[in-house]
């Protein structure tokens, strides 16, 4: 007898002695098991839905459905992230409160989240999502950046993970948008819409904000809110298409991007105009160097500079990452990396 066909009898035996025993119910906790075994994702993902019906009949399973929901949608997510910027996932515990207000702290390792429960599931998930998020970044983030700032950057963060379930994605704009209430707010959200547009709020926003708050910690220094302004104005006329050259130098936050050129222009005169960019900027003191390109030959010519800029300027690479996102409108292939010299000049 083969090896297959002896795990098919033993199948077979086991299913019969479980439904001689068990019936209907002891098939699908089998069911469950083997499928814990052999997928573990699969059994997360099913386990996920009926707690999700439990959830309808008891305040119990609510809190264990909302806590199970971020905790795996942000896990999923996170490998993406941390290519970029270290974020944490963290255990949730959900407290009920009659007030109709929504606070959130660290304890022990935790992300406590108090909270109303609503009949909205999705109302539930959106803004316990949102008291979560602020408490995987770094503290230093949480601690030194505006409110406001650190809010809107969580929502994108919020609505990526959350994506599948438009739902939630709907609330979660409700949600954010009754908490800060002004024209303001709503200008830096329209301007980071266009820079998480190509994915540009992980791979360049977040990890210079990271880069910078480990800098001031404790402090707080009102010109970096500032700077992180200027930053976002500035990735929103990159995506934009209207900037060339484009360098902020401020005290906290130094950068430059070399959006690689156009395949044209790439034949006719290669990369050296962007090493000479790149050159220029580092002579006026720019920390960090964030190489860009999009399409199917640009990344090649991208990887090239890189190379180049390591081995002929000395440069260090934190992180490269070809990821699909959308440019001028298009799904393309995309590549992203950040090199920085270390030390600043």
């Known amino acids: 007898m083969s090896v297959l066909n002896f795990f098919e009898e033993y199948i077979n035996v086991l299913i019969s002695l479980t439904w001689n025993a068990f019936g209907a119910i002891g098939i699908v906790a089998l069911f469950l098991f083997l499928l814990y075994l052999f997928s573990p994702k699969n059994f997360e993902t099913i386990w996920l839905h009926i707690q999700k019906l439990l959830a309808n009949f008891s305040y119990y399973h609510r809190k264990k459905y909302i806590r199970n ?4 949608v942000t896990e999923r997510e996170l490998e993406n992230i941390n290519k970029c910027v270290n974020i944490s996932s963290k255990k949730l515990k959900i407290i009920w409160t009659e007030e109709d207000v929504i606070d959130s702290w660290l304890d022990k390792g935790f992300v406590i989240v108090k909270m109303k ?10 803004k316990a999502l949102l008291a979560y998020l602020p408490h995987t970044l770094p503290p230093t983030v949480y601690a030194t950046i505006r409110k406001d700032l650190g809010y809107g950057i969580s929502y994108f963060i919020a609505r990526d993970i959350s994506k599948d379930d438009p739902y939630v994605v709907a609330e979660l704009r409700k949600v954010i948008e009754n908490k800060y209430d002004s024209e303001e ?3 830096l959200l329209n301007k980071l819409e266009n820079v998480n547009s190509e994915s540009l709020l992980i791979r360049i926003l977040l990890p210079e904000i990271v880069e910078a708050t480990n800098t001031v910690y404790p402090n707080q220094p009102p010109e970096l809110n500032v ?3 200027k930053m976002i104005d500035m990735l929103n006329e990159v995506v934009n298409g209207n900037l060339a050259e484009p360098v902020l130098n401020g005290k906290y936050i130094s950068f430059a991007i070399v959006r690689v050129a156009s395949s044209e222009k790439l034949a006719f005169s290669g990369i050296e105009p962007h090493l000479k960019f790149t050159q220029k900027v580092l002579e006026r003191g720019v920390k960090n160097i964030y ?10 010519w991208a990887k090239k500079l890189v190379e180049r800029l390591m081995k002929d300027i000395g440069l260090r690479l934190e992180f490269d990452d070809s990821y699909s996102g959308i440019y001028r409108g298009k799904r393309l292939n995309l590549y992203c990396c950040k090199l920085t010299r270390g030390v600043r000049a």
Request: glycine share 4%; hydrophobic share 35%.
């Open 291 to 300: 190489v860009l390109a999009a399409g199917e030959v640009k990344p090649k």
């Open 227 to 229: 700077e992180i302004e």
């Open 69 to 72: 929901y971020i905790e795996k």
């Open 185 to 187: 707010f709503k200008e």
């Open 117 to 126: 429960n609503h009949k909205n599931m999705h109302e539930n998930l959106a």
